[in-house]
Nanobody
Framework: QVQLVESGGALVQTGGSLRLSCAAS????????MGWFRQAPGKEREFVTA????????TLAESVKGRFAISRDNAKNAVYLQMNSLKPEDTAVYYC???????????????WGRGTQVTVSS
């Protein structure tokens, strides 16, 4: 069992940066693939980025490529999302997720945090 808690969400201006953190508990963290998803009002949850168990492989949604980066520190049981050059379109609740499979699909993840709000003003 893995429990996840996101933090770092805030109100920022267009062009600003934020670093989101996801703290995990449970001995299975190091064996879990991790992902970040987001959901804006009136829209469905969408994939942002994911990282493999070892941290060796990552993938990004086209909309955030070149601006966002995911990383993990298994020794600290944590995964991070660095967000740069933020746009109003990035406004959403951001969720951290853990699963057995490295995937862009939300249903491949078994554990989810409660989310953290990111708001980008124009």
């Amino acid at each position: 069992q893995v429990q996840l808690v996101e933090s770092g969400g805030a109100l920022v201006q267009t062009g600003g940066s934020l670093r989101l953190s996801c703290a995990a508990s449970g001995r299975t963290f190091s064996s879990s693939a991790m992902g970040w998803f987001r959901q804006a009002p009136g829209k469905e949850r969408e994939f942002v980025t994911a990282i493999s168990k070892s941290g060796f492989s990552t993938t990004l949604a086209e909309s955030v490529k070149g601006r966002f980066a995911i990383s993990r520190d298994n020794a600290k049981n944590a995964v991070y999302l660095q967000m740069n050059s933020l746009k109003p379109e990035d406004t959403a609740v951001y969720y951290c997720a853990a699963g057995r499979t490295y995937s862009k699909r939300s249903y491949d993840y078994n554990y989810w945090g409660r989310g953290t709000q990111v708001t980008v003003s124009s």
